[in-house]
């Protein structure tokens, strides 16, 4: 009401300069934290001798990442370039899923495009009860890619209307043949002009365009 006096000064002084001494501590934890957090994001580099630059790209041109097998990022800095340049609007692609914080989904994050499915875990933590179809989504990712069954694979695209499709170092990590199955990549260079014609090739990276 007006005329009151403000609460604050009315605290006994051993209550405020507890609570105005936990609001400096928290401010200066918020300070201290970006000061630390810096300096640690700066030294988490994949390659400690990329250049330092604006591009923030640039680092796949000078680095490698293990993933199952060494991986030439920079086959993957051409392909996400490419896509950059000569893609319109917005089709969706799919491209390899796994666990958050590897190399999974560069190209959905890099070019901006939509992808069948983000990281597993946030896109979960962001839909409440309908987090159970992220997870499908997932296994159904990583069974386009490793299935041989052209048929399947053709109705995982006409469901979640994919127009390109990655196939690169990655995909070739994480969905590797294995003894006494079948290759499910091999579908890919089979049925090459039926169903997909190849739109980009650098060494074991491709990317097909889905044929309407």
């Not at 405020?16 to 580099?45: N, W």
């Not at 996400?80 to 692609?93: K, T």
């Amino acid at each position: 009401m007006a005329g009151l006096p403000p609460v604050f000064p009315l605290w006994h002084v051993r209550w405020r300069a507890i609570y105005q001494g936990g609001v400096y501590m928290l401010m200066a934890g918020a300070f201290l934290f970006t000061l630390t957090a810096s300096t640690d994001k700066i030294s988490d580099r994949i390659n400690p001798e990329a250049p330092h630059t604006l591009d923030g790209m640039d680092f796949m041109n000078h680095s490698e990442l293990w993933d199952g097998q060494v991986m030439d990022l920079s086959q993957d800095y051409r392909a996400i370039r490419w896509m950059q340049d000569y893609i319109e609007g917005s089709p969706v692609i799919v491209e390899a899923n796994c666990t958050e914080y590897r190399w999974c989904t560069r190209f959905t994050i890099y070019t901006g495009l939509p992808g069948v499915v983000g990281w597993n875990w946030h896109q979960r933590q962001q839909r409440g009860v309908f987090a159970p179809q992220v997870q499908r989504r997932v296994d159904e990712v990583g069974a386009f890619y490793t299935t041989a069954d052209i048929q399947a694979a053709l109705a995982f695209l006409r469901k979640y209307d994919v127009k390109y499709i990655v196939v690169g170092q990655l995909e070739r990590n994480i969905y590797p043949v294995l003894e006494g199955m079948p290759d499910g990549l091999s579908k890919f260079p089979a049925f090459e002009g039926q169903y997909w014609r190849v739109v980009y090739q650098d060494g074991a990276t491709t990317i097909y365009e889905v044929v309407e």
